[in-house]
């Protein structure tokens, strides 16, 4: 007989809360290079709360793989807002702390705060009752998930290529590698990394807004969208700068070939407008930006009322990938999830299972809460380095 898990207890009040950043700093000549830069360590920007009965849970804001010293601040701003309220689920959470702090906390990085908070507490109230947490957003929607490979940093062609064949050697049925800084450069990559596909096997281009710091033409945009859809791409991502909502609508109408975005948007509103204005077909939203699980399956609802896919953006330590998964278990409108396979230490180390991956599918964790722990050893095995982080050059 299947436990009922809507007779469980959500209601919680919330002791304390507190920022933690970390760093895990890659050895000389292991740091992660592509054509944005060095990656010379792998930021996280945690956040802990405490329940009033002394449980304990952890949140990531996803933007803190980039700007972690700014999330430490913003806990504190929250705080007054949090500290002692009773909630009775929660995913009330970050709505709560977006209507008391709505004169300055409207998206972004602050967003991600919120949504850590929300994580965080889910995390904890899933440890006390002894459930994973996707039984507390609605119980689990399937057991396994199709995943795909998540990566493709590099310099050059063929350690983008060298990349490509070890995902395909570890099970994975589609691979997703970055553009290079200019259209005509990314068309010869992509030339030559389809050249070399094992059959079956698919692929995704992101654009990396097309590209990162210095966004393309539209034009070329589409030029370069033209030679994805020609070269059978499974979709093409974010081709364009990430409020560029016209820009991302001519591409769309353009190209013969799923067009993506965006996974650094930090509302609802944002994925709104974007799908309002045609720009996508498939929307990339991420817990730990979009503002918590409930703010994921707005956007994911909203994908499926207007016959898009959406597939979430994962990138992050331990914290953010349980989020995402756990929220897409009990998703129905989800049927993918990206797989970041770059070497990240505080992935591994803050997960407390081995992350159950195999035939190119990741199994549901069955550890209480996300399925994470944070020890004081591992805050100073990984004690915050400022200076590192994912820095676009």
Same mark, same amino acid.
């Given at each position: 007989?299947?436990?009922?898990?809507?007779?469980?207890?959500? %209601?919680?009040? $919330? &002791?304390?809360?507190?920022? !933690?950043?970390?760093? #895990?700093?890659? /050895?000389?000549? @292991?740091? =992660?290079?592509?054509?944005?830069?060095?990656?010379?360590?792998?930021?996280?920007?945690?956040?802990?709360?405490?329940?009033?009965?002394?449980?304990?849970?952890?949140?990531?804001?996803?933007?803190?793989?980039?700007?972690?010293?700014?999330?430490?601040?913003?806990?504190?701003?929250?705080?007054?807002?949090?500290?002692?309220?009773?909630?009775?689920?929660?995913?009330?959470?970050?709505?709560?702390?977006?209507?008391?702090?709505?004169?300055?906390?409207?998206?972004?990085?602050?967003?991600?705060?919120?949504? %850590?908070?929300? $994580? &965080?507490?889910?995390?904890? !109230?899933?440890?006390? #009752?002894?459930? /994973?947490?996707? @039984?507390? =957003?609605?119980?689990?929607?399937?057991?396994?998930?199709?995943?795909?490979?998540?990566?493709?940093?590099?310099?050059?062609?063929?350690?983008?290529?060298?990349?490509?064949?070890?995902?395909?050697?570890?099970?994975?049925?589609?691979?997703?590698?970055?553009?290079?800084?200019?259209?005509?450069?990314?068309?010869?990559?992509?030339?030559?990394?389809?050249?070399?596909?094992?059959?079956?096997?698919?692929?995704?281009?992101?654009?990396?807004?097309?590209?990162?710091?210095?966004?393309?033409?539209?034009?070329? %945009?589409?030029? $370069?969208?033209?030679?994805?859809?020609?070269?059978?791409?499974?979709?093409?991502?974010?081709?364009?700068?990430?409020?560029?909502?016209?820009?991302?609508?001519?591409?769309?109408?353009?190209?013969?070939?799923?067009?993506?975005?965006?996974?650094?948007?930090?509302?609802?509103?944002?994925?709104?407008?974007?799908?309002?204005?045609?720009?996508?077909?498939?929307?990339?939203?991420?817990?730990?930006?979009?503002?918590?699980?409930?703010?994921?399956?707005?956007?994911?609802?909203?994908?499926?009322?207007?016959?898009?896919?959406?597939?979430?953006?994962?990138?992050?330590?331990?914290?953010?990938?349980?989020?995402?998964?756990?929220?897409?278990?009990?998703?129905?409108?989800?049927?993918?999830?990206?797989?970041?396979?770059?070497?990240?230490?505080?992935?591994?180390?803050?997960?407390?299972?081995?992350?159950?991956?195999?035939?190119?599918?990741?199994?549901?964790?069955?550890?209480?809460?996300?399925?994470?722990?944070?020890?004081?050893?591992?805050?100073?095995?990984?004690?915050?380095?400022?200076?590192?982080?994912?820095?676009?050059?």
């Amino acid at each position: 007989m299947s436990p009922d898990f809507t007779a469980l207890d959500t %209601a919680l009040r $919330v &002791a304390s809360v507190r920022p !933690v950043l970390l760093s #895990a700093t890659y /050895p000389p000549g @292991e740091e =992660l290079t592509w054509v944005g830069g060095t990656i010379w360590s792998w930021d996280a920007a945690l956040v802990e709360v405490t329940l009033s009965d002394g449980t304990t849970g952890l949140g990531e804001a996803g933007a803190g793989i980039m700007a972690a010293q700014a999330v430490p601040g913003i806990v504190t701003a929250f705080a007054p807002y949090l500290v002692g309220a009773n909630f009775a689920h929660p995913l009330e959470v970050a709505d709560h702390l977006r209507a008391y702090t709505a004169f300055w906390s409207r998206g972004g990085i602050l967003n991600g705060v919120a949504g %850590a908070i929300e $994580v &965080a507490c889910l995390d904890a !109230v899933g440890k006390r #009752a002894g459930v /994973p947490a996707s @039984e507390l =957003l609605g119980g689990r929607k399937r057991d396994s998930i199709e995943t795909y490979a998540s990566g493709g940093l590099g310099t050059t062609f063929d350690e983008i290529t060298a990349w490509m064949f070890a995902q395909v050697e570890a099970g994975f049925g589609t691979v997703k590698f970055r553009a290079m800084k200019d259209p005509d450069t990314t068309i010869e990559l992509l030339n030559h990394v389809t050249a070399q596909l094992p059959a079956g096997t698919q692929f995704v281009l992101d654009a990396v807004q097309g590209c990162a710091s210095a966004p393309w033409a539209v034009d070329d %945009a589409i030029r $370069v969208g033209q030679a994805v859809a020609a070269k059978g791409a499974r979709w093409y991502e974010e081709p364009c700068f990430a409020n560029d909502l016209a820009g991302y609508a001519r591409v769309r109408a353009a190209v013969d070939v799923p067009v993506s975005g965006v996974e650094s948007n930090g509302t609802v509103r944002e994925f709104a407008e974007l799908i309002a204005a045609g720009g996508i077909d498939l929307a990339q939203p991420d817990v730990t930006f979009v503002g918590g699980p409930r703010a994921f399956s707005e956007v994911a609802r909203l994908a499926s009322d207007a016959g898009l896919e959406c597939v979430p953006h994962v990138w992050g330590s331990g914290v953010t990938f349980a989020a995402n998964l756990h929220t897409v278990l009990a998703e129905p409108h989800v049927e993918l999830f990206e797989y970041c396979t770059l070497p990240n230490p505080l992935r591994d180390a803050l997960l407390v299972e081995p992350v159950g991956f195999e035939n190119g599918r990741l199994r549901a964790p069955t550890a209480p809460g996300l399925g994470v722990a944070l020890t004081l050893e591992l805050e100073k095995k990984y004690a915050f380095v400022a200076g590192g982080g994912h820095v676009i050059r």
